[in-house]
C-alpha cells in the first residue's frame, strides 16, 4: 500500500480509491498530493519546479517516510472501524518533534480527508489538520478583519475587493504550509482543528516547510513559488494619484506644481475613464489629445505616468467582438457571459460587461499587444490592474467558466494570470522593469512584479488600524511590494481639521511602506459614470499645517529611498519582505509574536504608527537582543521591554537598531 516510486524520490500511499504521492518539494520542503485513483498533473497551482535537493524515501508496505532536509514526512496506513486508511504526520528531522499531524474527523468516517463528488471528477474536497495549544498563524492575504494573528479565524478562500486570498500561513510553531489549489474555499482556523476546503477541485495539493527561523522559512516559499524581481529606482519615490484626473492638461497641471514647490514626484496616475469604452484599452484622444507629448514632459520632470488598465470589456468596446468570437472572453456556466455592470461613455444607463480570459494564452497575448501599441509605445511603463480579483457583480465565481478551468476549480488564480500578461509581454521587449499595481493576487503573483495595494478601504482611523496588521500580513504570505490609498479611499474631507490630521498621521505611516502612493476618492464625490471626479487630493490640498508635515514625509522618503531599494533586493534575493513583522527577525523574543501595531522596515528601523486621533504618547515594544536608539531624540534604549513615546504631531515613533545608520532623522 506504501511504496517508493519516481527512482526513489517520492512516497506513494494507496487506500482504497484513494492515491497520495509525498515528494520533496526545494530544501526542507515537501509537496503532496491526494487524488481518486491517480495523481493528476494538470491542475493549476502555484508552485514553480524546484531546486534539487537531497532526500531519502523509505516504505515497508505500511509506513514509509520521506526526508527533506529539516523536515521528515511520515505516512502509515491505520485500521479503523470501517477498514483502513492513511495518516500524515510533518516533523523536524533533527529533533522528531511534530510540526503538523492530520487529524481525523471522527473516529468511523470521515478521516483527514474527504472527496464528495459532484461529477466529471471534481468534488468537494477537504483537507484536515490538529490543532495546537498556544499556536500563533500569519499570513494568508490582506483582510479587513484588523488582526494580525489569523488563529481562530475562519476565512474565505475568494477574492474581493480589499480581501486578496493567498492561502499560505506561517506558524509560530516553525513551519509554512501552501493549500496549492486556487479553488473558491475556505480555511478554517479553530481550537479543535484546522480545516481546508476547496468547493469544487479534482484533488488535494498542498506544500509545507520548515526552517531554523521565519526568515528562513519565507525563503523557502519564494524559492517555491517564485522570487519577486528587483524594484526598479524609479518607482521606490512618491506616486501621486486621485479620483481622478480628467484630462490631460488636469494631469499635467498637478505635475508641473509639484516640481514648481521643489516637491519630489516619482509617479504620477491616470485613472479609469481616460478610455473611450471600457476594453479600449487606449486613450480617448477628446482628453487627452497627445500622450506622446505628455509622457516625453513628465520625463523631464523625472515623473513616470501610470495606466489603469481594467480586465473589463464592455460590449461597445472595439476589441469586443474579436475577443468573444476568438473565445477570449471568460464564459458562463448559465447564461449569459457578462458579469458586472458599467455605465460606459455615450450610454446614460448601467450595461453589463464581459471578462477578458487571462488563464488562455491567447488572450494574454492579444491583451499586452492592445496595450503595447496604445501605450507602452507611447512610452508609458508602469500599470495599475484594478478590479483585478475579478470584480463581478453578483460575486457568483462559480458561474464562470475559464480556459484554464471551471470558475470554482480555477477563479482565485485570474489576478496571477492576469500580471504575467504584463510580465511575459514586457520581457519580450527586453524591458524587465516591471511595476504592476493591482487590487488582488494569489500565490505566485509576486514572481510577475506584482505590487497591491490594500483596495477600497475607508478614510477612517479604524481603517489605517486595519492596514497595519493587513500589509504584515500580505507580506508573510509573499507579496513583498505593497502599498495603500493613503488617506484611505472612500471619503475624506480636505477641509476637515480632524481629517487633516488623519492623513499627516497616514503620509507619516506611508513612508515606511514599501511603496508610498496617495489615493483616493475625497470629498465632495460625484455618481458614478464618465464625468465622476472627487475633491482635491494634493498634498497641498490640506491646508499649511498637514502640508508642512507632509513635506516632511515626502523628504524623509527621499532620504531614504536607498536604504528602501537595498531592502527590495534582499527581498528580491532571499523572500524576506522589507515591512515585516517583528518575530520575523526577533523569533526568540516572545513578545515579539503578539505585537500587531509596529513592525520593521528592514533589519535596522522599528516603526511605531500613530494610529489613534489626537494622541500625544504610545506604547512601544523594544526587542530583546538588540539595542534602540530613538531617531527623534538620539536617546538609547536596551532591548526586551516596552516604553512610552511622545508623538506630538511631526513624527511617529522610529528607532534605529544598533546604531544603524539610516538617515531618518527630522532636518
Not at 506622446?292 to 461597445?316: C, F, H, N, Q, Y
Not at 471619503?491 to 507619516?508: K, M, N, T, V
Not at 459614470?529 to 513635506?551: D, H, K, R
Amino acid at each position: 500500500m506504501i511504496s517508493i516510486s519516481d527512482d526513489g524520490r517520492a512516497l506513494l500511499v494507496s487506500v482504497r480509491h484513494e492515491v497520495l504521492r509525498i515528494e520533496p518539494w526545494g530544501a526542507d520542503s515537501l509537496r503532496v498530493r491526494v487524488g481518486q485513483h491517480a495523481i493528476l498533473d494538470d491542475v493549476p497551482g502555484a508552485l514553480v519546479p524546484p531546486k534539487p535537493a537531497p532526500a531519502w524515501v523509505t516504505a515497508d508496505g505500511r509506513a514509509g517516510s520521506v526526508v527533506a532536509g529539516a523536515i521528515t514526512g511520515t505516512a502509515e496506513v491505520v485500521d479503523t472501524d470501517t477498514g483502513i486508511d492513511a495518516r500524515l504526520r510533518f516533523t523536524r528531522t533533527d529533533t522528531g518533534d511534530e510540526l503538523l499531524a492530520e487529524q481525523a474527523a471522527h473516529f468511523w468516517w470521515p478521516g483527514p480527508r474527504l472527496f464528495l463528488p459532484s461529477g466529471g471528477g471534481y468534488g468537494r474536497l477537504e483537507q484536515r489538520f490538529a490543532a495546537y495549544d498556544g499556536e500563533r498563524i500569519f499570513g494568508l492575504g490582506q483582510r479587513t478583519h484588523g488582526r494580525l494573528d489569523q488563529k481562530g479565524m475562519v476565512l474565505d478562500l475568494v477574492q474581493r475587493n480589499a480581501e486578496v486570498s493567498v492561502p499560505f500561513l506561517l506558524s509560530s510553531r516553525g513551519y509554512g504550509f501552501l493549500w496549492n489549489l486556487p479553488a473558491v474555499g475556505r480555511v478554517e482556523l479553530a481550537s479543535n482543528g484546522t480545516r481546508w476546503v476547496a468547493d469544487s477541485a479534482r484533488q488535494i495539493d498542498y506544500w509545507i516547510t520548515t526552517g531554523d527561523s521565519p526568515a528562513a522559512i519565507l525563503g523557502h516559499y519564494a524559492d517555491a513559488t517564485g522570487h519577486a524581481p528587483m524594484l526598479p529606482a524609479w518607482a521606490s519615490g512618491f506616486w501621486q494619484s486621485k479620483l481622478r484626473y480628467r484630462t490631460q492638461d488636469e494631469l499635467l497641471t498637478v505635475v508641473r506644481e509639484h516640481h514648481a514647490r521643489g516637491l519630489p514626484l516619482a509617479v504620477v496616475v491616470a485613472d479609469f475613464f481616460h478610455w473611450p469604452h471600457l476594453g479600449d484599452w487606449r486613450f480617448d484622444e477628446t482628453e487627452w489629445p497627445d500622450p506622446e507629448a505628455m509622457v516625453r514632459e513628465l520625463d523631464e520632470l523625472g515623473t513616470k505616468l501610470m495606466v489603469s488598465i481594467w480586465p473589463t470589456v464592455s460590449p461597445l468596446s472595439e476589441n469586443f467582438t474579436e475577443l468573444r468570437d476568438r473565445g477570449l472572453l471568460v464564459g458562463a456556466e448559465q447564461g449569459l457571459a457578462v458579469h458586472a455592470p458599467w455605465k460606459d461613455k455615450g450610454f446614460g444607463t448601467e450595461m453589463p460587461v464581459a471578462l477578458y480570459d487571462p488563464t488562455h494564452p491567447e488572450a494574454r497575448r492579444f491583451l499586452w499587444e492592445t496595450v503595447k501599441r496604445n501605450y507602452y509605445d507611447k512610452g508609458v511603463r508602469a500599470w495599475w490592474l484594478d478590479a483585478c480579483e475579478p470584480e463581478i457583480q453578483p460575486g457568483h465565481p462559480h458561474n464562470l467558466r475559464f480556459h484554464a478551468g471551471p470558475g470554482a476549480e480555477v477563479v482565485n488564480l485570474y489576478p496571477q494570470a492576469h500580471a504575467r500578461a504584463f510580465h511575459e509581454g514586457q520581457l519580450a521587449e527586453d524591458d524587465d522593469e516591471v511595476v504592476l499595481l493591482g487590487r488582488s493576487a494569489w500565490a505566485g503573483s509576486q514572481r510577475f512584479g506584482a505590487a497591491v495595494w490594500s483596495g477600497d478601504i475607508p478614510a477612517t482611523w479604524n481603517s489605517l488600524r486595519a492596514q497595519v496588521r493587513a500589509g504584515l500580513n500580505l507580506a508573510v504570505a509573499g507579496i513583498p511590494w505593497w502599498t495603500t490609498d493613503i488617506g484611505g479611499f472612500h471619503g475624506g474631507d480636505p477641509e476637515s481639521p480632524e481629517y487633516r490630521e488623519l492623513i499627516a498621521r497616514w503620509f507619516q505611516y506611508g513612508v515606511f511602506c514599501p511603496l508610498f502612493r496617495l489615493h483616493g476618492y475625497r470629498d465632495p464625490r460625484t455618481g458614478f459614470g464618465p464625468e465622476m471626479t472627487g475633491g482635491p487630493n494634493e498634498v497641498w490640498s490640506y491646508g499649511p499645517e498637514a502640508l508642512a508635515s507632509i513635506e516632511d514625509s515626502l523628504r524623509m522618503r527621499e532620504r531614504l529611498r536607498p536604504y528602501v531599494l537595498e531592502q527590495m533586493r534582499v527581498a528580491h534575493e532571499s523572500g524576506v519582505p522589507p515591512m515585516r513583522p517583528l518575530f520575523v527577525d526577533f523569533p526568540d523574543d516572545e513578545r515579539a509574536w503578539e505585537v500587531d501595531d509596529q513592525f520593521l522596515f528592514g533589519p535596522d528601523l522599528l516603526v511605531a504608527p500613530v494610529l489613534h486621533a489626537g494622541a500625544e504618547t504610545r506604547h512601544v515594544h523594544l526587542p530583546s537582543g538588540s539595542a534602540w536608539t530613538d531617531a527623534a531624540t538620539g536617546e538609547r534604549h536596551d532591548g526586551g521591554g516596552s516604553i512610552e513615546v511622545p508623538t506630538p504631531r511631526t513624527r511617529i515613533p522610529v528607532f534605529l537598531r544598533d546604531d544603524a545608520d539610516v538617515p531618518v532623522h527630522l532636518r
